[in-house]
């Protein structure tokens, strides 16, 4: 027993150095912004803003707005979901009457081209789509004014083929929002700041993803993502390979996590942690061992609550609630300090979530059982596999999925 509690003890040291080196990384990759040059009104390129909708999300009205309201000369809003009586377009009319200058596109029908919702309304968005110029961005999306000048300023002095913005929480105090939140602005983001420097391996983190129209009907449209959970990785992948490559933007833009629950924050990231285990690999047990609290925890209960087991807790606690308040103030923006004191719940649910996908290869997706395989590729699954075998199932179900986005 005192070889294990010296094992735990020493993984909890390491985790705690490993969450430190990923604030550090973090810092590094995205503490500063850059001076772009401006470019004139008629160096910008026209863009299509695609947006996938489904349900009237909260704030929803804002976050689109944001888009009607950009200071930027040419660009159309296209929007695209299964119903025309989605309560999401009654949003959007709202809107087109307060700002009846701005062109605008709507395609609503039911034919689902794929297992992946999202990708069968970037589908038909992109069949509306005129110009060059495309960005795909979720409907929790809330950027500054200035962002499609930032995006296309940036692409153009980058040279990349695919530009991807980073994403900090912004939400409520409704439990499932604040942990959102947390886990937003330290692992999430962090993740994404170590990917871009030291492994090159571009995670397209499919919040707003913009790219030319001819690259994306290169490697063969949104029809070759129709069957992907994580769509945005594998389209990533593939405009790698093309000339000028993948990057991260610097501009890291705020998403609206407003009213989420403790139950769709869990459901949420057994998905998030079914995909980044699909991709990963071997290298997925890197995230837990990134994670001080949970293993302080393991270590408190294997040492039978002692003294000693209480101090390791107490002192991973403070250790990591510290380093996620740092992030979270300065690259996340959240300012609420309150909310740092719901870290060690928060690190806990995202240590047992990780087990998730070791159990199974199965989610419930939109009143499908969808078996998720290597590379994230979908297919049907009649029944749960635990450990391989076929069970009753055991997770809360969730009927609706935002079409927005393929892991929300």
């Known amino acids: 027993m005192e070889t294990i509690r010296q094992i735990l003890l020493g993984i909890t040291i390491f985790a705690g150095a490993a969450g430190l080196f990923l604030v550090i990384v973090t810092r590094v990759a995205f503490g500063k912004r850059s001076r772009l040059a401006q ?22 009205e804002k976050n689109l707005e944001a888009f009607f309201t950009q200071h930027y000369p040419r660009f159309e809003l296209v929007f695209a979901c299964e119903d025309m009586n989605d309560p999401a377009l009654t949003v959007v009319r709202q809107l087109i009457n307060k700002h009846p200058r701005v062109s605008l596109k709507i395609k609503a029908e039911p034919t689902l081209h794929g297992f992946n919702p999202k990708v069968s309304n970037l589908i038909r968005a992109f069949t509306l789509a005129e110009n060059e110029m495309i960005l795909t961005s979720d409907s929790d999306i809330r ?5 499609l000048k930032r995006i296309s300023t940036e692409f153009r002095e980058k040279n990349c083929t695919l530009l991807v913005n980073p994403v900090y929480g912004r939400g409520n105090i409704a439990l499932g929002s604040i942990l959102e939140d947390l886990h937003l602005n330290s692992l999430i983001l962090s993740g994404l700041a170590f990917l871009t420097i030291y492994t090159r391996k571009q995670a397209g983190f499919g919040k707003s993803m913009f790219f030319r129209k001819k690259d994306l009907e290169a490697v063969g449209g949104f029809e070759a993502l129709k069957d992907y959970f994580a769509e945005d990785y594998v389209l990533s992948q593939k405009l790698a390979k093309l000339p000028g490559g993948c990057e991260v933007s610097e501009t890291i833009l705020p998403c609206v ?12 990231h057994g998905r998030w942690a079914q995909a980044r285990k699909r991709i990963a690999g071997w290298s997925y047990p890197s995230e837990i061992l990134a994670n001080p609290i949970f293993w302080s925890i393991v270590y408190l209960i294997v040492d039978s ?3 000693a087991g209480w101090q390791v807790f107490v002192g991973a606690t403070v250790f990591k609630t510290g380093l996620d308040a ?13 909310t740092y004191l719901l870290v060690p719940l928060k690190d806990l649910l995202i240590g047992l979530i990780w087990f998730y996908p070791l159990l199974t290869d199965t989610v419930y997706w939109r009143d499908k059982r969808l078996k998720v395989a290597k590379g994230t590729r979908l297919m049907a699954a009649d029944r749960r596999k635990v450990l391989g075998i076929s069970v009753p199932r055991l997770s809360w179900k969730w009927k609706k999925d935002q079409a927005g986005s393929s892991l929300d």
């Open 143 to 147: 950027p500054e004014q200035d962002y």
């Open 257 to 268: 996590t407003s009213n989420r629950t403790l139950q769709q924050f869990v459901n949420r």
């Open 326 to 338: 740092f992030q979270g103030l300065t690259s996340g923006k959240n300012r609420r300090l309150l």
């Open 39 to 60: 470019l004139k009104k008629s160096e910008l390129p026209a863009i299509s803003v695609l947006k996938p909708l489904c349900g009237e999300d909260p704030e929803l």
């Open 305 to 307: 609550f002692s003294r």
